[in-house]
T-cell receptor
Framework: AQTVTQSQPEMSVQEAETVTLSCTYDTSESDYYLFWYKQPPSRQMILVIRQEAYKQQNATENRFSVNFQKAAKSFSLKISDSQLGDAAMYFCAYRFGGGADGLTFGKGTHLIIQP | GAVVSQHPSRVICKSGTSVKIECRSLDFQATTMFWYRQFPKQSLMLMATSNEGSKATYEQGVEKDKFLINHASLTLSTLTVTSAHPEDSSFYIC?????????????FGPGTRLTVL
């Protein structure tokens, strides 16, 4: 079974600085997707970024980028120019490639933005 | 687009009663819907996967007789917590997957907070 590990329960960063959230995963599959989700206090899950395992290029969405190391099974999220609105829980998630499966989530990292 | 709603957003019930939670895809047809459970300060755990018109597939350890899932149409799935007990108190989140979307993305509802007294 696949597992997702987030080893940082909490991270703190100064506003406008850069922070990296770590995620490792374990799977025997070759076709899969990886995601980072943001969960603010409202608890609405918001997709931040996705990465297809077959793509070597790291995904980027504005201030958010990932470092996908397939061989190491590592999938970190870098947030540049941190903003107060970035404060939230961040969950790393895995999904088998077919799309019919649910997501396996890590335990989450609570990101604090210091003004 | 791709909006998912849940109703109710909060529900309080007495121990032993049943509670129904609805999950609706508002602007797309969802071939698959997923139900997750989130305890306070914890992660989301997949409970079950439901496909329209067929029986739900439950994850290991989830009691199918306690958590009844019905996916009667392409826009509606319901989760019924039967004979609820205080340990069933949790945040329940659904997600819906449109079958023809490019990435087979899942779109999440806003969640339902269940409190069992």
């Amino acid at each position: 079974a696949q597992t997702v590990t987030q080893s940082q329960p909490e991270m703190s960063v100064q506003e406008a600085e850069t922070v990296t959230l770590s995620c490792t995963y374990d799977t025997s599959e070759s076709d899969y997707y990886l995601f980072w989700y943001k969960q603010p206090p409202s608890r609405q899950m918001i997709l931040v970024i996705r990465q297809e395992a077959y793509k070597q290029q790291n995904a980027t969405e504005n201030r958010f980028s990932v470092n996908f190391q397939k061989a190491a099974k590592s999938f970190s999220l870098k947030i540049s120019d941190s903003q107060l609105g970035d404060a939230a829980m961040y969950f790393c998630a895995y999904r088998f490639g077919g799309g019919a499966d649910g997501l396996t989530f890590g335990k989450g990292t609570h990101l604090i933005i210091q003004p | 687009g791709a909006v998912v709603s849940q109703h109710p957003s909060r529900v309080i019930c007495k121990s032993g009663t049943s509670v129904k939670i609805e999950c609706r895809s508002l602007d797309f047809q969802a071939t698959t819907m997923f139900w997750y459970r989130q305890f306070p300060k914890q992660s989301l755990m997949l409970m079950a996967t439901s496909n329209e018109g067929s029986k739900a597939t439950y994850e290991q350890g989830v009691e199918k007789d306690k958590f009844l899932i019905n996916h009667a149409s392409l826009t509606l799935s319901t989760l019924t917590v039967t004979s609820a007990h205080p340990e069933d108190s949790s945040f329940y989140i659904c997600s819906a997957r449109p079958g023809d979307f490019l990435y087979n993305e899942q779109f999440f509802g806003p969640g339902t907070r269940l409190t069992v007294l």
